[in-house]
């Protein structure tokens, strides 16, 4: 039974091949190849390997193996180099015909040729599409980079200039629109073969209309642009490393060594070039506006063959490249993979500033912004537990609101309308779920409203020494733990005719037990809380004795992430705490209760 429905399927798609595809002429030749490439020709169901001097119809696919190069004449005189492992279909092409190349995986360097016909000049005789962008071309020489995995198109000119859109998924989806489709096993084994209606609209017609839109880019010598599925529109051209340019430029064979020739850009800097680029028009620090998706990454950076991804220069050191084949190479410890963007490697030692070195270089990609289904908003998300303290936290911290004290026994209170206190928190970088912290403290309490004339009051100014850990419970929830050397102001009773007090500035020891959480997150806002407990040990000052010390605090703190690293935060606070004060006059219940708003400003390094 199963050979006979293979047969029929075989039988079914022979009919259907040879009434679906007539005899086509031959479009393009084989002029130099090396390693394994195939082909698979219109009304063949199995791919042959391509020989030197192979000729190919329109519609014919062309596949690369491992380090595998192949070069192609078409018969308008242009060429089309295939780099390893990729993929193109040979869509239209002609002596006076436009001519379309689909990039289906991996990279190809394209030189054409320009028209002699000056009333064609300005029209572009030739394209290349990919899933997510279209290339217009007039006369020149490019390279052309498609990635299926992030779907990230990226297009660098060495010489003349090309016409660049995005391609959106309803445009895609007619352009895919076929009237015959194989669909085959992993084996290669023809599975199932639908006959699907005649494409309601042209290729070349819908090229045309995209790359006439308003959000095509024009990409000039030395300049790259890139298109993937989380960017609006095209990147702006910037230009790339122009010592990395001229190596590109010069291996058109995409050659590839086993014994590297590692160089930075500051290394070639004095080498005499082969190409210049032309003056860009986009900001060289780059750009990026969100109401209309302008898009530029700083200029200077390196370009990533297998990703198609572009590396900024925004840190000191963003990788190297082959001096003679161009190819870009990640900082030592860390992989550009095409989705996670600079992911550590497999035997890195791990350590923070590696850790954090991967961060940086994430931005150097925009990786959230390019590869990232985010509409270029920036996103402050929380990192895993094991990165969740990878850098150094500065935060630094005005409170500013009132500070009352109750004694229980003799109805007094007094109080300051005007405290206000100064902190500073670090928090120490790590690479496992604790954090170290250390905080400094200065306040300002002046208990002005004194009931009885013969109160006083030590010094205003009042300090704390904090140091202890945070525990990354989860992703967004710490919890924290410290020890204080906490100043405050103690009443120690010096008179019962009237009853007067003295409020004493004494250091307590104390141990607080909190839990910081991230309870909402919108883009750059989030919501913050922390929870507090505080328990004091026994204290003896002179005359006063401190003991039954125990309180809570409470914050909840709207914050905004300025950018990746920078965030403020303006919120609410309220802190109580009980004690029990005894002198020769008896003890005394008192009860301290702060309470008023709270600035942040939150820095990593």
Known sequence: MRIFKSSGLL?????????????????????????????????????????????FPEDTSIVTGPKSFVKIKFVDNSELNMGPDSKIVIAEMGTDSVGI????????????????????????????????AAMGVRGTDFQTIYNPDNRMTSLLTYKGAVAMAKIDEKTHQRLEESNTEIIRDSDNTVR???????????????????????????????????????????????????????????????????????????????????????????????????????????????????????????TENIGNFDADTGDYFAPAGLVLDSKKGFVLAQNADVKPELLAMREDM??????????????????????SLREKFIRDRLYFTASFGTQELQLKNNNHDVKDNGAVKLNVLWQIASTNRFSPILGLTYSKVSLKDLINSGDAQDSS?????????????????????FLSLDQGHYAGQTSTLPDTYRFKRVVVTKLNLGVDAELVRSNRFS????????????KKYNDLTITKISGFGLKITPQYALDERKSLG?????????????????????????RGFELKYIVDL
Do not use: H, W
Request: a positive charge; proline letters at 4%.
């Open 101 to 132: 190349i689909s990039l289906l995986k991996g990279r190809i360097r394209t030189e054409v040729q320009k028209t002699l016909n000056p009333a064609e000049k300005d029209k572009n005789k030739f394209y290349i599409r990919t899933r997510t």
């Open 11 to 55: 039988c079914l798609a022979f009919f259907i091949s040879q009434n679906t595809f007539a005899a086509r002429p031959n479009v393009a030749t084989v002029i130099k190849m090396r390693g394994t490439v195939t082909k698979l020709v219109p009304g063949e169901l199995v791919a042959s390997t391509v020989t030197a001097d192979d000729k």
């Open 362 to 383: 994430n931005r150097s990609i925009a990786r959230d912004r390019v590869v990232g289904d985010l509409d270029g908003e920036v996103v402050i998300d929380a990192k």
């Open 192 to 314: 199932e073969i639908k006959v699907i209606p005649e494409k309601q609209v042209g290729e070349k017609e819908e090229l045309v209309k995209v790359l006439n839109g308003t959000n095509t880019v024009v990409v000039p010598a030395g300049q790259n642009s890139f298109a993937s599925d989380a960017l609006k529109k095209s990147s702006l051209p910037v230009q790339i490393s122009p010592v990395q340019l001229n190596a590109l430029y010069k291996n058109t064979e995409f050659k590839e060594k086993n014994i590297l020739n590692l160089k930075s850009g500051n290394d070639l800097k004095d080498q005499k070039l082969d190409l210049q680029a032309a003056p860009q028009k986009a900001p060289a620090e780059g750009m990026y506006n969100a109401k209309n998706g302008d898009f530029a990454p700083k200029a200077g950076g390196f370009i990533d063959q297998n990703t198609g991804l572009y590396i900024a220069p925004v």
């Open 527 to 538: 919501l913050m809380g922390n929870l507090t407990g505080t328990f004091g040990f026994r």
């Open 461 to 481: 100014g009042l300090f704390a020494f904090a140091f202890g850990t945070k525990y990354a419970l989860t992703r967004r929830v710490d919890l924290v733990s």
């Open 570 to 594: 303006l919120g609410l606070f309220m802190n109580r705490e009980n004690s029990t004060v005894a002198t020769s006059f008896g003890p005394n219940e008192q009860k301290r209760e702060d």
